[in-house]
């Protein structure tokens, strides 16, 4: 299983981006897809997640009401849009996959990383 995460670059606070993430497997459909990010100095974190389904993404506090996290199963690939974005999102942010439907906001949940992507938020 690979994974490409794509779509990071430099934004403005309170502008949009939106992260897209592809992932090699034809059985897609039957994995959750998380995104993590992790900034300069600091540990690595949960932003959302979304099941094979679909349905009840989860997401982070800190991006609630501004991340939206979708996936296309026909297309294999899961995006993060990222509304009114803050400058302290400014971290490399990283697709993972996983077989499980629990615990998603936990990295240990995912078996697949993609190498990540830079997004830096001026403000």
């Known amino acids: 299983v690979q994974l490409q995460a794509s779509g990071g670059g430099l934004v403005q606070a309170g502008r949009s981006l939106r992260l897209s993430c592809a992932v090699s497997?034809?059985?897609?459909?039957?994995?959750?897809m998380g995104w993590f990010r992790q900034a300069p100095g600091k540990e690595r974190e949960f932003v959302a997640a979304?099941?094979?389904?679909?349905?009840?993404?989860k997401y982070a506090e800190s991006v609630k009401g501004r991340f939206t996290i979708s996936r296309d199963n026909f297309r294999n690939t899961v995006s993060l849009q990222m509304n009114s974005m803050k400058p302290e999102d400014a971290a490399t942010y990283y697709c993972a996959a996983g077989g499980r439907t629990y615990e998603l906001e936990y990295d240990r949940s995912y078996e697949y990383w993609g190498q990540g992507t830079q997004v830096t938020v001026s403000s």
């Open positions: 497997r034809r059985a897609f459909g039957s994995v959750a």
């Open positions: 979304i099941t094979w389904t679909g349905g009840s993404p």
